[in-house]
């Protein structure tokens, strides 16, 4: 199993989500993130002072997939998530050693 | 010495500053807040600042030439309607404006106004104020906000000026024209703005959201509200500014402002609580929706408008039923046909606004009762003013009058805003380029609405380092 980590732009979500239920994989976990990598942050004025805000509102989105899954995910998150500009975001994998399905008890791919 | 002169009432001068007061508190923070609370979260700031600076917009324009466009001397433009369909343009600026208030061409027609000409001018301004700031919720969302700042004034002058005169200057639709016809004996009736406001911006921001083009696909599919309860304080302060609204437009404190009044929040009350039994009853999901309460209570106070004094309370309810039962279908079953599909009117002024007025305009013309009397007389060769609608045995022509004026309003208007907007759109994009209406406010004012001081790195240009606390002595 392995644990596919996106940081996407906040607008493609929903075509992030369309394309991993498209890819087979029905289930995943989105949160409101902020954070920076090369896109450039940008300043706020308030009553005329002006304020450095280099965190940027990004989505996050993680699903865990059976291996023979991951190849189909990364494409589908990439196809989705892409728009060609900087900001556009980040994803990776990361293996995961064990997984509970907490109602039932299950364990391991049986509890995707 | 004597603080008054002697056609001043104090009563009624502090009244209609009151109701003056209470209808500006509607525009400012009444829709601001409302409209602020309802779009998405990247757009409160644009909401609220457009509704701010349209407000000082038309107060400028008003004490320059629009008061007097308005509500002055008759321009003679030509024969017919054009001999009385705008007053000749003047300032107030200036100290001549203590004297004792006067519309020209009403002079006569009802009591002499017992307060000054500053009172009446402030009254008449927050009206022609909140009339932009309602088809601001057409066109919110993507609107170049310099073009707001065009558009504003010279739709005010151009439009607003045209419908105020001809309904409330004393201009044509407020004439009888019996050479037309023997049955038309009254002009068109418009207590407080059920065409010169409600129709006007509800026509002319479907116009306007036509003219400027769609928000971006993305944000009309989700255009979720960012705070129900802000919405919920500017839906208040509509509901009860709406006493201001229709309570002062007798220009009296007297029994029919409080008819007018009470008139005013039974159709109101009834219309939301209709609003939300069809929503229970009849809509998709069969469960009441605050959102659509407040539709509805939206819809109540409009179609009212045109009707406050002239109806009794009984006529009031009527009016709650009918308008909140018609706006709820023309929201649910026309608001999705192809053409309101097109048009993206961001907030449905064309129904709560528009259908709602136009609704309580026509009802006018049936519901009428001539036992409520506008102004009494002096029980010899003077009658008491009351107005008849068709259900009390008057002439239905009344109805056609109504009709007639309803139509002018939604021509002109609709020209009006079409010719601004095409001529302003030589000069500027009416329209926000894609890559700013995808960030909204900070993209416009470098603002947003709920700042997080966590991810500010700091203020740019300045330092505040934390000094060391001083050691306490003792």
């Known amino acids: ?102 109602r039932t008890g299950e364990r391991g791919t049986d509890a995707l | 010495m004597n603080p008054y002169p002697d056609w001043l009432n104090p009563g009624d001068n502090a009244w209609q500053l009151m109701a003056a007061t209470l209808v500006g508190l509607m525009s400012v923070p009444g829709i601001a807040v409302l409209y602020g609370g309802i779009v998405q979260k990247k757009w409160a700031v644009n909401t609220m600042l457009m509704a701010f600076t349209g407000f000082s917009l038309v107060l400028v324009v008003w004490v320059l030439w629009g008061f007097k466009l308005s509500f002055g001397e008759p321009m003679k433009l030509g024969p017919g309607i054009l001999s009385s369909v705008i007053g000749k343009p003047r300032s107030i600026l200036g100290t001549d404006n203590t004297h004792q208030a006067v519309i020209p061409l009403l002079d006569g027609a009802m009591p002499k106004f017992r307060f000054s000409e500053s009172t009446l001018a402030y009254f008449q301004f927050v009206f022609a104020a909140i009339t ?31 419908n105020a005169f001809l309904l409330w200057g004393g201009g044509w639709w407020a004439q009888a024209h ?83 009044v009470l008139n005013t929040n039974l159709a109101t009350g009834v219309a939301l609580l209709t609003w939300v039994l069809w929503d229970i009853f009849a809509s998709r999901q069969r469960k009441p929706t605050f959102l659509g309460g407040i539709n509805g209570m939206i819809t ?53 606004h528009g259908v709602a007025g136009l609704a309580g305009g026509l009802l006018v013309g049936v519901l009428a009762d001539p036992h409520v009397v506008e102004y009494l007389g002096n029980g010899a060769d003077v009658s008491d003013v009351t107005s008849a609608g068709w259900l009390w045995g008057h002439h239905p022509f009344q109805i056609l009058i109504q009709l007639g004026a309803a139509l002018n309003i939604i021509v002109w208007d609709a020209f009006i805003t079409f010719a601004l907007l095409k001529i302003i759109g030589l000069f500027m994009k009416l329209r926000l380029p894609d890559e700013v209406l995808e960030v909204g406010d900070i993209g416009v004012h470098d603002e947003e609405a709920y700042p997080d001081d966590a991810i500010v790195s700091g203020r740019v240009g300045a330092t505040f380092a934390d000094k060391p606390a001083e050691p306490v002595e003792g």
């Not at chain 2, 006529?315 to 097109?342: C, P």
């Open chain 1, 1 to 102: 199993m392995k644990l596919i980590t996106a940081i996407v732009q906040p607008h493609t979500v929903a075509n992030v989500h369309t394309a991993v239920d498209q890819a087979g994989v029905h289930g995943l976990t989105f949160s409101e993130v902020k954070g920076y990598g090369r896109q450039k942050g940008h300043t706020e004025v308030y009553r005329g002072a002006e304020y450095q805000v280099d965190f940027i509102p990004k989505a996050r989105i993680d699903v865990v997939v059976e291996d023979d899954h991951v190849d189909a995910v990364v494409a589908a998150i990439l196809g989705a998530a892409h728009t060609g500009k900087i900001g556009d975001g980040k994803v990776w994998v990361t293996p995961v050693e064990s997984l509970i399905r907490v």
């Open chain 2, 300 to 352: 109540g106070l409009v179609a009212i408008t045109p009707a406050a004094g002239f109806v009794n309370t009984f006529g009031a309810l009527i009016i709650g039923v009918v308008a909140s039962s018609l706006v709820w279908m023309s929201w649910n079953w026309l608001g999705r046909t192809r053409l309101f599909n097109k048009v993206d009117d961001a907030l449905g002024v064309i129904h709560t």
């Open chain 2, 178 to 260: 019996p050479s037309i016809s023997s049955a038309w004996t009254t002009g068109a009736l418009d207590y407080s703005g059920g065409y010169v406001i409600h129709l006007a911006a509800g026509t002319s921001g479907f116009v306007a959201a036509a003219v400027i083009g769609p928000r971006l696909a993305r944000d009309r599919d989700r255009a979720v509200p960012n705070n129900l309860p802000l919405a919920a304080v500017g839906a208040g302060i509509l509901w009860l500014g709406w006493n201001g609204f229709n309570g002062g437009d007798p220009y009296f404190a007297g029994a029919n402002a409080s008819l007018a």
């Open chain 2, 132 to 162: 932009p700031l309602l088809f601001l919720g057409s066109v919110i969302g993507r609107i170049n906000f310099k073009v707001w700042l065009i558009f504003v004034p010279l739709w005010s002058t151009l439009a607003y000026s045209v």
